[in-house]
């Protein structure tokens, strides 16, 4: 099941009761994170969910509001024992910026795999997200996303029954597998 939260809301202006843009996404013990607003590690703190399991971030633009929570999460990522690598999708600049913002949190456990977006709409595939990258308006170069998740395919067990396939193989069948039997 894909669970998404919307962390954080608010936009520039700081406001008690919301946090900087950030939103996060599980699916099968894989986070995703889009844009990383200032506070983001106390949002993800206030839900409840996992540092540790964030395996991509991805950043919309890199005005301050949108990215500036990236040091403080990473460094709480260490400190939640993440070992993995984690993927890191932004427009041009990402590393010299993400570069710029490790100045503060030089030293981590795991180690950081940049995708720099230069298409106008580009489809990446990581931790079984399909995430649909594509170039928006902003006074700064900016992109959406969409994340896909696709489903397997419907099985029918009265179908199988009625030919005759051993019900052992329902399971790997039902996963899109391809059986071949005597
Ligand atoms: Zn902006």
Redesign the pocket.
């Known amino acids: 099941m894909l669970e998404v939260c919307l962390l954080g809301t608010g936009g520039m202006m700081p406001l008690p009761n919301r946090w900087l843009t950030a939103l996060m996404t599980r699916l099968n013990g894989s986070s995703l994170l889009i844009d990383c607003g200032e506070g983001t590690q106390v949002a993800i703190r206030e839900k409840g969910w996992s540092f540790h399991d964030i395996d991509v971030i991805c950043f919309t ?1 890199y ?1 301050g ?2 990215i500036s929570g990236l040091p403080g999460l990473l460094l709480s990522m260490g400190n939640a024992e993440r070992k993995e690598p984690v993927t890191l999708i932004g427009p041009k600049g990402l590393e010299r910026v993400v570069g710029a913002l490790r100045t503060i949190a030089p030293e981590l456990p795991f180690t950081l795999e940049f995708h720099e977006l230069t298409e106008a709409e580009e489809t990446i595939f990581c931790h079984g997200y399909e995430i649909e990258a594509y170039k928006v308006n ?3 170069l ?1 992109y959406g996303y969409s994340v896909v998740v696709r489903r397997g395919g419907r099985f029918f067990p009265e179908l199988a029954a009625e030919h005759n396939v051993p019900q052992k193989f329902w399971n790997r069948l039902q996963k899109g597998e391809t059986i071949e039997e005597d």
């Open positions: 633009h005005h509001d949108h902003h006074n700064v900016c």
